[in-house]
């Protein structure tokens, strides 16, 4: 592999777009894209300036000049398409939520380290500067212990029956396009649930259309979320310590500003650092960090910890009655 990591889209839709641009405005490599049709490819790779534009994703996989696949699918698509790209010796960022199940994630696991890939969720909010300062906070015991986090993830999305967002053969509903925030940012900070208590009301079409959860970790903590798609929330989080607390602004899970006050109401740390997109590119970053250290997870976020939050997202499933076609 060169020094340039060149890589390679698997997708054409939003995400895949919202990847691209970022990508681009920060300067990194986008060597070819992949789309079940050369129209779509073109497309794509016109609006981003892509040199090379795939009629399939096995013709993107089995192209010489990408190093690395972004799977941007639906979320029933994201096992098939990274151990694709993984049986052709592909490195994989895989769009979250990681897959649909924990049985398909630990397939991906088990797949990238026989073929000795680098492997991650392109969770993006773990790598964006006011998560990287919250937990420097948080080890610097600024907040002294950590009891609870909260944070809320409730949007008003389509409610056409045949948007995939409705659709259970998409893994739609708020879980794992919506959910899968805070469970990721409550397991990053609290560490995997010890129990969970879930309820959610489920729509016409089968999927959940709002979730809230309960989680209790170790030593006692909690936390607590919302997620919904018919209803749209202020999306802000806090993260609650015995001696201060972190207020997360609106968009809470993208580039955004937060505040730390302490237990007698003083404002103690303000923390700005605008971005000029999105912010996705910062997981590219670290997995081009971790290439060309050699390393094949990330210590952000390591695939056994997408495994099992993975799990943690079955037993929600399991509690509100929830089932993908398939399953």
């Known amino acids: 592999m060169s020094n340039t990591v060149r890589w390679g889209i698997l997708g054409t839709g939003g995400i895949a777009r919202s990847f691209a641009t970022d990508l681009k405005a920060v300067g990194l490599t986008i060597a070819a894209v992949g789309s079940r049709s050369q129209e779509s490819a073109d497309r794509f790779a016109a609006e981003f300036g892509i040199p090379t534009a795939h009629p399939s994703y096995e013709a993107l996989v089995a192209d010489p000049d990408v190093d690395v696949i972004y799977v941007a699918t639906p979320h029933t698509f994201h096992a098939e398409n990274a151990l694709l790209a993984i049986g052709a010796g592909k490195h994989v960022l895989v769009e979250k939520a990681f897959t649909i199940n924990a049985a398909e994630a630990r397939q991906i696991q088990q797949a990238g380290e026989a073929a000795g890939v680098a492997v991650l969720e392109a969770m993006w909010t773990r790598f964006l500067p006011h998560m990287v300062r919250l937990r420097e906070i948080i080890a610097a015991g600024t907040l002294g212990d950590v009891r609870t986090v909260l944070a809320d993830h409730d949007q008003r999305l389509p409610s056409d029956p045949s948007h995939r967002i409705n659709d259970p053969a998409l893994g739609g509903g708020a879980l794992l396009d919506l959910a899968i925030y805070p ?50 929330g202020p999306v802000t989080a806090s993260v609650i310590g015995t001696e201060a607390r972190v207020d997360i602004e609106r968009t809470w899970y993208a580039p955004t500003s937060f505040t ?46 997408s495994v099992a939050i993975m799990a943690v997202l079955d037993d929600i499933r399991d509690q509100i009655g929830v089932r993908y076609p398939g399953e």
């Open 260 to 305: 730390v006050t302490n237990s007698a109401g003083e404002v103690i740390e303000r923390f700005e650092q605008p971005v000029a997109s999105r912010g996705m590119e910062y997981q590219a970053l670290e997995f081009e960090r971790m290439l060309a250290a050699g390393e094949r997870e990330s210590p952000l976020l390591p695939v056994a910890e």
């Open 183 to 232: 469970v990721s940012f409550a397991i990053d900070l609290l560490g995997l649930p010890t129990r969970i208590l879930a309820s959610a009301t489920i729509g016409a079409t089968g999927v959940d259309q709002q979730t809230a959860l309960i989680f209790e970790h170790e030593g006692g903590r909690q936390s607590v979320s919302h997620s919904a798609i018919d209803a749209a």
